[in-house]
């Protein structure tokens, strides 16, 4: 089905700057960081966008410039102020919200793209992982300048990496070797490798109400759901997009409720503990849509972002009424 939003969309549009990438803030309600790219990411620079909602709908907060595309960003769990990026360049940045230039900090080891990174969730430790078109996973500590470790094994570009919420220093990885890899920082290793799809795999995500269950979102169209403690045959699937899924995101206010965009230009919000599984389309966009994201906030909030250079926050009807 297509359905129309609960509410009008906020929309920022850009000039020549597609949108990668879009993560609210933990800290700040509707505060929202944008990851975008110049040329689609071949050439040309890369900007920082921070916004914020106003009566009239999004407002340019800061923004900062990078000398290539950025393709993600994540926000600092202990510091309100304080996100990363990860460009095409091989390097991360850091940067401060408060301070109007910046980065603080490059770090600049991978040896191509960064595609993906994600500041870990779990008390107790502060620590960064990104992958790369370089097949590798690296794990930073942001207050130290260079990589704790590199975490190798896939055979194809690392496209999603996402820690685990529930358990410290595990983190998962998708590529486009078709395997979805469950790590163990302590044990420097791989733990799991699950052929999950068979083409590339460009997002994965970690349910936030079980440390077991992460879906995948690939090129062949499909969503699947994977229960670690049994990974020979996935626990659901989810069809409905016509291109490859871009990105995958579970609700942190519904333990069945996830949210996916694609090359097809939708975004779509699935329940897949229900028999009609797909709730809802929402069909915005005239791009591929790339970011997306849950307000941590607001129940029915949600963020997301286009190669058509729109950023838009909305409440789409789906999360206005039970799941």
């Known amino acids: 089905m297509s359905a129309v939003c609960g509410g009008p969309a906020r929309t920022l549009r850009g000039a020549g700057t597609p949108r990668y990438a879009a993560e609210f ?13 110049q040329h689609y990411g071949i050439a040309g620079c890369g900007t920082l966008l921070i916004l914020d909602p106003d009566e009239s709908g999004l407002r340019l907060f800061r923004s900062f410039d990078w000398n290539d595309g950025l393709f993600d960003v994540t926000w600092s769990e202990n510091n309100e102020h304080v996100l990363i990026t990860c460009s095409g360049d091989g390097s991360l940045q850091l940067w401060d919200t408060a301070k109007a230039a910046g980065p603080l900090q490059v770090y600049k080891e991978h040896t191509q793209e960064v595609y993906s990174v994600d500041w870990s969730q779990t008390r107790g430790e502060q620590l960064v992982v990104s992958g790369s078109w370089d097949q590798t996973v690296k794990l930073w500590d942001p207050t130290v300048g260079k990589s704790l470790c590199t975490f190798r094994g896939h055979e194809s570009i690392i496209y999603s990496t996402i820690w ?4 410290p220093g595990c983190f998962a990885s998708a590529s486009g070797d078709q395997t979805l890899r469950i790590w163990d920082v302590k044990a420097a290793g791989v733990r799991i490798v699950i052929p999950a799809h068979q ?12 440390e ?3 879906v995948t979102g690939a090129v062949d169209c499909s969503l699947r759901g994977w229960d670690l403690r049994n990974v020979r045959q996935p626990v659901f699937e989810l069809l409905g ?6 990105r ?20 779509r919000f699935w329940n897949f503990s229900k028999p009609d599984f797909l709730l809802e389309t929402v069909e915005h966009h005239t791009e591929f849509t790339c ?19 729109t950023i838009k926050i909305y409440d ?7 799941a």
């Open 25 to 37: 803030s933990p800290y700040l309600p509707g505060r929202l960081a944008c990851a975008t790219a």
């Open 241 to 246: 997009h016509t291109y490859a899924i871009r």
């Open 316 to 322: 789409p009807a789906c999360l206005t009424i039970p």
């Open 199 to 210: 083409a590339e795999i460009l997002s994965c995500d970690w349910c936030k109400y079980s």
């Open 164 to 167: 685990s919420p529930h358990i």
């Open 291 to 309: 970011g997306l994201d849950f307000s941590l906030q607001s129940p029915t909030q949600v963020a997301d972002c286009s190669l058509d250079e």
């Open 248 to 267: 995958v995101k579970f609700s942190p206010f519904h333990a069945s409720v996830l949210a996916s965009c694609s090359y097809d230009f939708t975004v």
């Open 212 to 214: 077991n269950l992460l």
